[in-house]
Nanobody, 123 residues
């Protein structure tokens, strides 16, 4: 499975941005798509995840009610809609896929990773 993230960029605080993650290869093996981020000097952290079978989702408290994760099965693409962005959301965002049916928030549990997309939120 190969993942490729798109859509990073520079946005002002309060603005919106949508990240996309295109999956290719044996995507039927993957049940969960997740987004993680890593800010400069900080550890990678969980942002959101969605399960392919029932659309179940999970969000980090820091992004709940501002970010929305979704998935288009026909296109094998996942999305992260980010609204009301804050400077502290600045980070490299990574999409990941997990063969497990359970939504997990630990990056080490995910089997496949895409390259990062830089999101910079200016104040």
């Amino acid at each position: 499975v190969q993942l490729q993230a798109f859509g990073g960029g520079l946005v002002q605080a309060g603005g919106s941005l949508t990240l996309s993650c295109a999956a290719s290869g044996r995507t039927f093996r993957t049940y969960v798509m997740g987004w993680f981020r890593q800010a400069p000097g900080k550890e990678r952290e969980f942002v959101a995840a969605i399960r392919r079978t029932d659309g179940g989702t999970s969000y980090a408290d820091s992004v709940k009610d501002r970010f929305t994760i979704s998935r288009d099965g026909a296109k094998n693409t996942g999305y992260l809609q980010m609204n009301s962005l804050k400077p502290e959301d600045t980070a490299v965002y990574y999409c990941a896929a997990d063969n497990s049916q359970f939504i997990r928030t630990i990056g080490g549990a995910y089997d496949y990773w895409g390259q990062g997309a830089l999101v910079t939120v200016s104040s």
